[in-house]
């Protein structure tokens, strides 16, 4: 009796899988050994956590409370030291604070091995960047130490951060906590 119960479960489990199988095939319209090869590219790049990054201060439109904040990505040693023969930014962009600022694909690292960013970041708030938002989104643009400078000095908190770019997947950038500018 017990032979004939377990005949019948793997019956009954073969038949599943090929009620399952066809009904795949008849749904999607391909069959279930399919020769389709996927065309998903992993995106490789870096990540600053907003909602760590301002999880003290909050996001807002009140005065001294962020409102938007500006990421310069910088090449850098392993140890997270700025590479001194590069001194342009990689890449700068501005981020409203609610958002995670996101560079994808950036270019390797001179140094050899995985590539290494300093990365720095400046927050305004409202004020302040509605005050200063043609200086800052032309500055943005340009990507120089020049530029970065100047929106360094309007900036009302600040800090830096160091992110590796590991092959295939966002890698998060490790900040230290905002300080105030007194600006």
């Not at 066809?22 to 749904?27: G, H, L, N, P």
């Not at 609610?98 to 994808?104: C, I, K, L, Q």
């Amino acid at each position: 009796m017990l032979r004939t119960i377990a005949r019948e479960l793997v019956g009954c489990g073969v038949l599943a899988v090929a009620i399952a199988a066809a009904a795949c095939t008849s749904i999607t319209g391909s069959s279930v050994a399919s020769t389709t090869i996927s065309t998903y590219a992993p995106v490789t790049g870096i990540e600053v956590d907003a909602l760590e990054l301002f999880e003290r201060q909050g996001c807002g439109v009140a005065s001294g409370q962020p409102f938007k904040y500006v990421v310069a990505v910088y090449s850098a040693f392993s140890s997270g030291a700025r590479d001194p023969g590069v001194p342009n930014p990689i890449v700068m962009s501005v981020t409203d604070c609610f958002t995670d600022a996101v560079f994808e694909n950036l270019p390797g690292s001179t140094l050899g091995g995985t590539p290494t960013f300093s990365l720095t970041v400046d927050v305004f708030d409202k004020a302040t960047f509605d005050a200063n938002a043609d200086a800052i989104n032309n500055d943005v643009g340009v990507s120089s130490a020049g530029t970065a400078a100047a929106v360094d000095a309007l900036a009302n908190l600040n800090s830096t951060c160091v992110a590796r770019q590991e092959p295939n997947i966002q890698g998060l950038a490790a900040c230290d906590p905002l300080v105030a500018t007194g600006n």
